[in-house]
């Protein structure tokens, strides 16, 4: 590791350290949403290991490890930690898993999910936000993530069935696409509802038969699904 990389790691610590106690605690005070107080050991390590400062813009990065959204540009957020975690452990994601993700933003939870072992296709309709998560993620070597320009409504067919797909966008309604391209036995994450407005958390397993159990998770605040309107349905 370089030197300043050595100091990077050393100068964050603390306020990393201190957002996962953050984390840690969001969860059991939202335990009576979640039918659980912590999360799987796997992700909390994951989530203490990826360099968020990395992945805000660079006048932000003091703030990096607070727990809250950031600005990214473009009228986007780099989610806030507590919610990229439960996302992630809700998610159940396994080593070697092939998982979708829609909403790259900067990059940060399809870094997550690669540590997990997963190889993540990821898509970005903002062309100018995915070009950059794709030079972070490559300066950072995540060689399991594959970054793509377009309306992730659509899903991306070429490489379903997937055995996770987390969307960090809302839409007022769950894609079809999403919910065909799921792995039966697998899980959708993703926040439902009006813009700029309260959203739920939603959960939808897909049965082997091609049923969809669905579960809301707990009340939440995300930016909406961008689409493409010359492409619309």
């Not at 969809?212 to 961008?226: A, E, K, M, N, S």
Request: charge should be negative; hydrophobic fraction near 40%.
């Amino acid at each position: 590791m370089s030197g300043s990389a050595l100091y990077a790691q050393e100068e964050f610590q603390e306020a990393r350290m201190q957002m996962m106690d953050e984390i840690q605690e969001m969860v059991r005070d939202t335990r009576e949403y979640l039918g659980k107080s912590s999360l799987n050991e796997r992700v909390i390590q994951v989530i203490a290991k990826v360099p968020r400062h990395e992945f805000v813009p660079a006048s932000l990065r003091p703030a990096a490890y607070e727990n809250r959204p950031l600005p990214i540009g473009d009228d986007q957020t780099i989610s806030q930690p507590y919610i990229v975690a439960l996302m992630t452990d809700l998610a159940d994601i396994q080593p070697d898993a092939q998982v979708l993700e829609v909403g790259t933003g900067s990059g940060y939870q399809a870094a997550i999910l690669a540590e997990l072992g997963a190889h993540v296709y990821t898509i970005e309709i903002i062309e100018s936000l995915g070009e950059r998560a794709r030079a972070t993620l490559a300066r950072l070597g995540y060689l399991n993530i594959s970054v793509r320009i377009g309306d992730g409504y659509h899903g991306w067919a070429e490489h379903a069935p997937f055995d996770a797909i987390l969307v960090t966008a809302a839409p007022e309604q769950v894609p079809q696409p999403l919910i065909e391209q799921l792995k039966p036995g697998c899980k959708l994450i993703i926040p439902v509802g009006s813009p700029f407005r309260t959203q739920s958390l939603r959960v939808l397993e897909k049965h082997a038969n091609g049923s969809i159990h669905t579960r809301d998770v707990l009340p939440v605040g995300f930016v909406p699904l961008t689409r493409d309107n010359t492409q619309h349905d």
